[in-house]
């Protein structure tokens, strides 16, 4: 019963071995099985046999196929778009330039360049001045906004205030403590022609200009700011010069400074953040004083209004017409040397006029002459 069931069993496998012919040739030969399976090997799924497939892979198998045949003219077209726009975007250009205010200074100030400078940023609710609630417009994220249209306004009175100071000839001073102010005041005073400080301010030096000026080098010019001679006696004798008008871009750190000009009666024009107190100064310019770009186009501005007003200055001199007054103790030395001098010039035509008596008897006759030369040979012993 057993020697069946093996009989059975392997019979029926046997059986079917010899029905496939791929056993047939294993069996003949090895080598020869494994060339075969080499050779019919598939090379890829386009290979395979339709009817293993449906009709739907095989259309994806077909895509695939068209795909892959267009590689290299998609890699052609790339590299020629790549070389033509490779260059594009690569370099990076700034949009905010930290000196072009200084290099090309605007003659105005819009609402957008104000804005763009963040003057209109002021502090805190909890630091604010109450005095500065009529340049408030309002409060965003716990922080004060200052009207832009009003920052405007007051930056254009005092531009006018600058410019009229320097058509009249007076002496503007550009004041700016902080580091980063220093090439902003220099600028702003080689514009209008004045002066600038970018260090602390020494107390005294308005009040007490007697002793702290003293060494300070004075000129004297005329309308078109040529030097003019014949006054170095008086600026020996005369008083150190105060400026006439005084332009702080950051008052809380300058009270000493706005104290003095005040009582000297300088007037002076200030950039006021909401918590600062705008009665120190004269003109007030509500704006942000933390923000550098806000102190370098406000700045600018005042400054081309001072060389606004130099240039008109100088073209009504051209015309003969003068726009500022000759100071009281320059108008008294120059009229105390026109006397003197005039003095010196009447005492010169009396001598030539009144001639000595001996004079006039040597010209008289030949023989008082000679008498006149005999007397002095014999007074000094020849």
């Not at 001045?129 to 408030?136: F, H, T, V």
């Not at 020996?236 to 005084?246: G, M, S, T």
């Not at 005042?302 to 009281?328: N, Y």
């Amino acid at each position: 019963m057993i020697i069946r069931n093996i009989v059975l069993r392997h019979g029926r496998q046997v059986i079917v071995a010899s029905a496939s012919p791929s056993c047939c040739v294993r069996a003949l030969s090895t080598s020869t099985a494994k060339s075969a399976t080499t050779a019919t090997a598939p090379k890829g799924p386009t290979n395979v046999p339709s009817f293993f497939t449906t009709p739907e892979q095989r259309a994806k198998i077909a895509a695939l196929k068209e795909q892959m045949d267009k590689v290299p003219d998609n890699f052609k077209e790339f590299r020629s778009i790549q070389k033509k726009t490779g260059k594009i975007g690569a370099v990076t250009q700034p949009r905010h330039l930290p000196d072009e205010m200084l290099k090309y200074p605007p003659h105005d100030a819009t609402l957008e360049m104000l804005m763009a400078a963040q003057a209109h940023m002021g502090h805190n609710t909890s630091l604010w001045n109450p005095a500065n609630q009529r340049y408030i417009y309002g409060v965003r994220e716990g922080i004060h906004i200052i009207a832009l249209e009003t920052i405007a306004a007051h930056l254009r009175r005092a531009a006018k205030v600058v410019e009229e100071v320097a058509y009249h000839g007076g002496l503007i001073l550009f004041v700016g403590t902080r580091r980063d102010q220093r090439p902003i005041v220099v600028r702003a005073a080689e514009l209008a022609g004045g002066c600038h400080l970018f260090q602390n301010w020494t107390p005294g030096t308005i009040t007490n200009r007697d002793q702290i000026l003293a060494q300070g080098k004075l000129r004297m010019v005329d309308e078109l700011d040529r030097d003019v001679p014949g006054f170095d006696d008086h600026i020996q004798e005369c008083r150190p010069v105060i400026p006439d008008l005084v332009v702080c871009l950051n008052p809380l750190e300058n009270y000493p400074m706005l104290h003095e000009c005040g009582l000297a009666n300088v007037p002076t024009i200030g950039i006021i953040d909401t918590n600062a107190d705008p009665t120190w100064v004269t003109y007030q310019i509500p704006a942000n004083d933390d923000s550098l770009r806000a102190m370098a186009l406000i700045a600018a501005v005042l400054g081309r209004a001072g060389q606004r007003g130099q240039e008109r200055r100088h073209a009504d001199a051209e015309d003969g017409v003068i726009t500022w007054e000759t100071p009281s103790d320059v108008r008294r030395f120059v009229q105390n040397t026109l006397t003197a001098k005039a003095q010196e010039k009447k005492d010169q035509e009396r001598q030539s006029v009144e001639q000595p008596a001996w004079g006039r008897e040597m010209v008289e006759s030949d023989e008082d002459v000679a008498k006149a030369m005999k007397q002095l040979a014999d007074e000094e012993g020849i």
